[in-house]
């Protein structure tokens, strides 16, 4: 697509064609053009192929896990009951989501007007990875059909899980409400818009509530396990504000990612006000995630302090901790500051990209590998691997579809 | 940021109180004191010293609770010998609710075996985490689950630390917890032992009202001198267990997790969820003020702006 931009192709931003005729939702969904012109784009694009040979594999794999059960996809362990669906698909995506509360806390509550040209980003990044977070838990719950339960049919509200699902499920809707202000302008209806901006402020301090909690929650799940999760990786006090601080740098880092990539690979749809922003932007983030990364490094040392673990930082579990805080903490958050004081966009996106390696690593390390230390490693069976790989591609999949149609990385022009 | 008029930023606090409406419902905070379990609740105390590990238990369990017929018969013993995964003895599964694991001890003259099963805490993890409260401790001191509104989420075998819950993983359609449940709807109900208990040969199990078997423990403790380990294990880790184990090796050295401390496992969430409701009513008013105050600036510089 960068191609077809450079030889003179521009792709839909405004409800009229040049001769005055409406677009039709088709068209614009081909991005203004012709079918044959699209396909064929589409495959000369060799992600897609890559892609594809995913699908293959993993689709059939993906559907058998439902028709043979989780005992035909996994190990079916009962010493670890969780794995990779949620290890990587609930505990690591959701933190790499917080940049939706991160930017709507910025540009609607803080005021920072700088920033609005990534706050659709910002806040796409967010929906999405909460919503294919729940597209891996209903891939690993036994009976997905029984979603609804915990909120109609059988309570348990003294329960962690059931703030989970509360939060993550009102926080989706608040999310789709926050973008409808990108679909509407897409689609040409103006009512929805002025609604939405109407009430932005309850729906930024509502994400803000529900985000410290589910993100605490998701940390607060771990509280259950002073047995079986490694005392450093375990925290009866700060678990929670562990993992709410992290998804700060995490948010922001992976909106950092993620814009870059967009920078790279669909320049084609970013309109200039983005491109010429987002070095500025960049930096800014980078100081918010600096801030986060320090207050993370401090308190994550005082748990230490707090239940007296000094000793088992000299075990071998202790060195994987301390490389987990050095490569995924204390880089990044060097990098970020030489970042910022150098005015050096591309070391921040560097520095950006080891904070999201970073948090991966916790999340993983708590879920999984510092999780039954007294027993033994599971490493997954290579049908739940391929299960993972399959949907985060369809998350990928997703997540490209829209970038390329709505108005998230470029303003739409002439509101009608 | 859009200017906010008085009128739109009501709205606005309307909808975050009605965010917050819905989900407070959520986040029942329960900080109530330490529950030390039904008065009359009963328990089994087993003397380890007495197992012979003739797997009769195993054998009873099977037929009392309908479990499909084991892969080796429960007169084979070179289950003992069995390695699962990563070198661990074996365990329980959705096909066997108890089993019993053999022991070499260096410098005891016989092997010690060791019963394996649900503890039955006196306020289970298992309970307390789960979202759909499909758990129930029962006045009689049972852990039962009502499988019908189970979801699947299998918390419970996580925050299980005696990694008691299975889960019927092969089955794709209705797949549930299995434990042992103390033969609550076939006998406890009705004031008898568990299946298993009664069908031991050695008497290794005694059953009876917790606290009275708390007090034989340490009598039989005290009328053996040196026999004994000075520990009934289940008397206060976490919590309690109705089930109660005496020994006369160390616990560590058959299986026991001996880290475990007295605190019930919902004591560790507690920090969490007594900061919930405080976050639920602190962080409207908060944010609101943190946004009216960053927007004051530009509301005096626009006031001093018309006045000049």
């Known amino acids: 697509m960068n191609k077809l931009k450079a030889r003179g192709f521009s792709p839909v931003v405004t409800h009229r064609k040049e001769d005055g005729s409406r677009w039709t939702v088709k068209e614009k969904l081909m991005l203004g053009l012709t079918p044959k012109e699209y396909w064929a784009t589409q495959f000369k694009n060799p992600f897609n192929w890559i892609i594809a040979v995913i699908y293959a594999v993993g689709l059939p794999v993906l559907v058998g896990r439902f028709i043979f059960g989780l005992g035909w996809a996994t190990h079916s362990s009962y010493d670890y009951p969780w794995g990779l669906f949620l290890g990587w698909g609930l505990f690591v995506m959701v933190p790499l989501s917080a940049s939706g509360f991160m930017m709507g806390t910025t540009v609607e509550l803080f005021g920072r007007k700088d920033f609005k040209s990534l706050e659709r980003l910002g806040l796409l990044n967010g929906l999405l990875g909460y919503l294919f977070a729940v597209v891996f838990l209903q891939v690993d719950l036994g009976q997905p059909w029984r979603l609804v339960y915990p909120m109609f049919v059988s309570l348990g509200p003294a329960a962690v899980l059931f703030l989970v699902a509360w939060h993550v499920a009102t926080y989706l809707s608040v999310q789709v409400a926050e973008l409808v202000p990108a679909f509407s302008e897409w689609m040409g209806l103006k009512k929805p818009k002025k609604f939405i901006k109407s009430i932005v402020l309850g729906l930024t301090i509502s994400g803000i509530i529900l985000s410290t909690l589910h993100q605490g929650a998701l940390g607060g799940l771990f509280t259950y396990t002073p047995g079986k999760l490694h005392p450093l990786w375990f925290s009866s006090a700060f678990q929670w504000l562990h993992f709410f601080c992290s998804s700060i740098f995490g948010g922001l880092s992976m909106l950092i990612v993620v814009s870059t990539l967009t920078k790279w690979f669909m320049k084609w749809r970013c309109d200039d006000k983005f491109l010429k922003n987002l070095d500025y932007c960049t930096l800014g983030l980078a100081k918010g995630c600096s801030l986060a990364l320090i207050t993370y490094l401090v308190i994550k040392i005082i748990a230490v302090a707090h239940d007296n673990e000094w000793g088992y930082l000299f075990s071998g579990w202790g060195q994987w901790y301390l490389f987990e805080l050095t490569a995924g903490v204390v880089a990044p958050m060097v990098l970020y500051a030489l970042a910022i004081r150098n005015q050096n966009a591309s070391l921040a996106r560097f520095a950006a990209l080891l904070a999201v390696l970073g948090i991966a690593l916790n999340r993983m390390n708590t879920a999984l590998w510092a999780f039954n230390w007294k027993l033994y490693q599971e490493i997954p069976h290579w049908r739940e691997v391929m299960i993972a790989i399959t949907v985060y591609t369809t998350y990928i999949v997703v997540y490209r579809f829209v970038l390329a149609r709505m108005p998230i990385v470029y303003s739409w022009k002439g509101d009608e | ?308």
Not at chain 2, 213 to 241: A, F, S
Request: hydrophobic content about 35%; proline content about 6%.
């Open chain 2, 1 to 308: 940021m859009k200017k906010i008029n008085r009128r739109s930023f009501l709205k606005g606090g309307v909808a975050g109180t009605a965010a917050v409406a819905t989900t407070g419902l959520s986040s029942k905070a329960s900080a109530a004191g330490d529950f030390g379990g039904y008065p009359d609740s009963m328990g089994v105390l087993v003397d380890l010293t007495k197992c012979v590990g003739c797997r009769t238990c195993e054998a009873a369990c099977n037929k009392e609770q309908g479990l499909p017929a084991p892969d080796l018969p429960f007169d084979d013993f070179s289950v003992f010998d069995m390695k699962g995964h990563g070198g661990q003895k074996r365990r329980t599964s959705e096909k066997e609710y108890t089993l019993v694991n053999r022991y070499d001890i260096p410098g005891r003259d016989k092997p010690i075996f060791r019963k394996f099963q649900c503890n039955h805490c006196q306020e289970p993890a298992c309970l307390t985490s789960c979202f759909v409260n499909a758990y129930t401790k029962t006045k009689e001191g049972a852990v039962i689950y009502d499988e019908s509104v189970c979801v699947g989420c299998r918390t419970c075998m996580v925050a299980c630390p005696f990694y008691v819950p299975t889960y019927t993983y092969s089955s794709a359609i209705n797949p549930v917890v299995k434990k042992c449940i103390m033969c609550y709807d076939t006998r406890l109900k009705f004031g008898r032992p568990p299946a298993c208990v009664e069908a031991c040969p050695q008497e290794v199990m005694t059953f009876g009202k917790r606290k009275d078997l708390i007090n034989l423990g340490r009598e039989k403790i005290k009328r053996n001198p040196g026999k004994y380990i000075d520990h009934i294990y289940g008397e206060k880790e976490v919590g309690g267990t109705s089930w109660m184990y005496m020994s006369d090796v160390s616990f560590d050295q058959v299986g026991f997790d001996t880290h475990l401390g007295n605190q019930p496992i919902i004591s560790y969430v507690k920090d969490f969820l007594a900061m919930v409701p405080m976050v639920l009513t602190i962080w409207p008013a908060l944010f609101t003020g943190f946004h009216l105050l960053s927007n004051r600036k530009k509301a005096n510089e626009e006031k001093e702006n018309s006045k000049s």
